[in-house]
């Protein structure tokens, strides 16, 4: 079933360019990634972005009022037909054979704008959790294309302008008829020599041959904001590359590729950090310092009788939240450790130390009885729970 285009951008089906611009403008202010890192939302924009791409194009909006989708490359819907068995024309082609140009009349599409959008560019860039947490400024060069300084985007040289095409006499199509297996059908297709745009620039621009745009090394500072991560994209407006014929500038999205840290395990806005901790401190209770991304390092307090697996949060010691000031929580995970070899004169010792507690043998934990679930036990209804 095609899309309704209209209804995901929230317009009339006779909306105006203007219109349907304003609509997608709005809807991506309000759910762009970088606004809403939301999965709903992220969905949502790329519908409303397929919209927009549909609707903004007119061979494409004719297809979606034919009830077809552009978007869709199977036969139903409309954007892959065409190529059959003697048949090279779409389905638009077959309309305009009974409808349009069979009866004598033109197409209707005319000819398209020489002046395109540019397209969006993405360069990904490498980031510590340090710089994630506090946001950094990175120069960043990039080779796009600009619009050319010569011709200002024209693309003619000179004071010449564009000259209209003599094999489509500027409607922008050429016709041809074709035998089919539904007989004699006459079909469009966009003209060889000016590619549909209706015109030709008969002497071109001599930097950048015509299409009004050059490629260009440049160079520009990006900002990073606070708290960001891995695969978060900043949006630069207009900072992509021009259009042809000198059309407005896409944007460029950097993306962030954050780094493994040493010690820290990232979840959103929580830090997590494992320390190693000798039973003896682990019995007693004692601190330990522990790595942050934006305090240094901080003492954390080991609860006397910790056991092995247990955590303490410190709230407020995470990372920060995008546009947000608000921070996160830092999770410290204990790791107990039992010395794995003791000296002769240690043996004694712990022996001595173990009999003062008569009562701590070994036991088989039962569930729902007066003893602690061993380790094996808590390790199992773990796994079970998943």
Do not use: W
């Amino acid at each position: 079933m095609a899309r309704d285009y209209y209804r995901i951008l929230g317009v009339d089906s006779k909306a105006t360019d203007q219109e349907i611009k304003r609509a997608y403008r709005r809807l991506a202010r309000e759910l762009h990634p970088d606004v809403n890192p939301d999965d709903s939302a992220q969905e949502r924009f790329r519908d409303v972005s397929d919209a927009y791409e549909v609707l903004s194009d007119p061979e494409k909006r004719r297809v979606v009022d034919m009830g077809g989708d552009p978007l869709d490359s199977s036969p139903s819907g409309f954007g892959g037909f065409g190529g059959g068995a003697g048949f090279s024309g779409g389905l638009g082609d077959v309309f305009e054979a009974f409808f349009g140009a069979a009866a004598g009349g033109g197409s209707g599409r005319g000819p398209r704008s020489r002046v395109r959008p540019g397209n969006d560019a993405l360069i990904r860039m490498q980031l510590d959790l340090e710089e994630c947490a506090a946001g950094t400024s990175r120069e960043i060069t990039v080779d796009t294309a600009v619009l050319c300084d010569k011709c200002h985007g024209s693309g003619a040289n000179g004071d010449t302008k564009p000259e209209t095409c003599p094999t489509c006499r500027g409607v922008g199509e050429v016709q041809s008829v074709q035998r089919s297996f539904l007989g004699q059908v006459m079909t469009s297709r966009p003209c060889p020599t000016c590619g549909g745009v209706g015109e030709i620039i008969a002497d071109p621009c001599t930097k950048c041959g015509g299409d009004g745009r050059v490629q260009k090394r440049r160079t520009m500072t990006v900002k990073i904001p606070a708290g960001v991560g891995d695969g978060m994209r900043v949006r630069l407006t207009g900072q992509g590359e021009v259009g042809p014929g000198g059309g407005p500038a896409g944007d460029l999205y950097v993306e962030v590729v954050e780094a493994p840290h040493e010690f820290l395990v990232r979840d959103g806005s929580t830090l997590h950090a494992t320390v190693a901790v000798p039973m003896f401190d682990a019995a007693l209770g004692g601190t330990v310092s522990v790595p942050t991304v934006l305090d240094g390092e901080i003492e954390v307090e080991i609860p006397a009788g910790t056991q092995p697996g247990d955590t303490r949060t410190v709230r407020g010691h995470g990372m920060p939240q995008v546009n947000a000031g608000a921070r996160g929580n830092l999770v410290v995970h204990f790791d107990v450790q039992v010395p794995a070899k003791l000296d002769k004169r240690q043996t004694e010792k712990l022996r001595a130390f173990k009999a003062l507690f008569p009562d701590a043998v070994p036991v088989v934990a039962r569930r729902g009885g007066e003893h602690h679930e061993s380790v094996f036990s808590r390790l199992r209804n773990t796994f079970a729970g998943r």
